[in-house]
């Protein structure tokens, strides 16, 4: 159950994440127009904050349930790097040699980290 409360919530952050990117290519949703405050937000940029309520919900479950010094990086980590590779698959972004092994060592920190 765990694995998948995690994993849910690793999904939802970083397609909220995704969501608010793909809404605001455009510009920023919020904008003064003389004087006034506009708001000119999409699907996107709605579903990405529905999608960061759900994330933040879990978020919370999962550090009143594990350690913060286990769980914040697990999390952290695992949601870079699903960002680091949607952002080269969906926004064309560039790896680099350094990213690439920015990448390794986040994930060698996960497999410690996970040394019993």
């Not at 980590?77 to 560039?94: D, G, H, P, Q």
């Amino acid at each position: 159950m765990t694995k998948l409360i995690i994993a849910f919530y690793v999904i939802t952050t970083s397609l909220a994440l995704i969501f608010l990117k793909l809404g605001t290519t455009s510009g920023t949703p919020l904008s003064l127009d003389g004087g006034k405050l506009s708001i000119n937000v999409g699907w996107y940029v709605v579903s990405g904050i529905i999608l960061y309520g759900t994330s933040f919900l879990l978020y919370i479950y999962l550090i009143s349930a594990y350690d913060l010094g286990y769980i914040i990086p697990l999390l952290t980590a695992l949601v870079y790097i699903v960002i680091f590779t949607a952002s080269f698959l969906i926004f064309k972004e560039s790896f680099t040699f350094v990213k690439i092994m920015a990448i390794t060592l986040i994930i060698s920190g996960l497999i410690l980290l996970n040394i019993k």
